[in-house]
């Protein structure tokens, strides 16, 4: 089945650690996101990737990192930079310009 | 700044009714227009998409579309508790390689 999958469901950050979350898609789609959604607001964009190996900011990028080595696969890293990484991390991908993005099931971090 | 506007709610309407769902956006340039419903802790998931004036019908569900007064809405005919969610509006911003504006969502509850 084609989709795209995001793992794990649920992380837990300690003080001061980095953590990856991992989005995979075989949908074949060039175009990947990354989102973050807090209780009761609305989704902001954190980092997105037009193709392989170029990625660009969203409106919070700040603490975050990513990579593009493959078509494939979006990796998130929240650093510790991030003060308040606890929130619904949601990936997304996109077949062409004007077409629809699609999400995965997402991942919910928490605090330690 | 782009922004794409929405009532957060919540709209409650009884099992069977109609359920109209608004939203306005800035960008008078834009093209592509999504709704998407997400049931609490889950992951958005695509129901509509509307490029042209007018209407276009999907089952229960039928989007409207006004590029002159820069506002599309959704309408749920024959409402059901099943559609008790939170509904996002998206808009495709009008520049080549940029991800989605997304409102920060309805909350509609279906009572029976």
């Not at chain 1, 650093?79 to 310009?97: G, H, I, M, V, W």
């Not at chain 2, 009714?17 to 093209?31: E, K, V």
């Amino acid at each position: 089945d084609g989709g795209i999958t995001q793992s794990p469901k649920y992380l837990f950050r300690k003080e001061g650690q980095n953590v990856t979350l991992s989005c995979e898609q075989n949908l074949n789609h060039d175009a990947m996101y990354w989102y973050r959604q807090d209780p009761g607001q609305g989704l902001r964009l954190i980092y997105y990737s037009q193709i392989v190996n170029d990625f660009q900011k969203g409106d919070i990028a700040e603490g975050y990192s990513v990579s593009r080595e493959k078509k494939e696969s979006f990796p998130l890293t929240v650093t510790s930079a991030q003060k308040n990484p606890t929130a619904f991390y949601l990936c997304a991908s996109k077949d062409r310009e004007g077409q629809p993005q699609h999400f995965g099931d997402g991942t919910r971090l928490s605090i330690l | 700044q782009k922004e794409v506007e929405q009532n957060s709610g919540p709209l409650s309407v009884p099992e069977g009714a109609i359920a109209s769902l608004n939203c306005t956006y800035s960008d008078r340039g834009s093209q592509s227009f999504f709704w998407y419903r997400q049931y609490s802790g889950k992951s958005p998931e695509l129901i509509m998409s509307i490029y042209s004036n007018g209407d276009k019908e999907d089952g229960r569900f039928t989007a409207q579309l006004n590029k002159a007064s820069q506002y599309v809405s959704l309408l749920i005919r024959d409402s059901q508790p099943s559609d008790s969610a939170t509904y996002l509006c998206a808009v495709n911003a009008n520049q080549a390689g940029t991800a989605l504006i997304f409102g920060k969502g309805t909350t509609l509850s279906v009572s029976s």
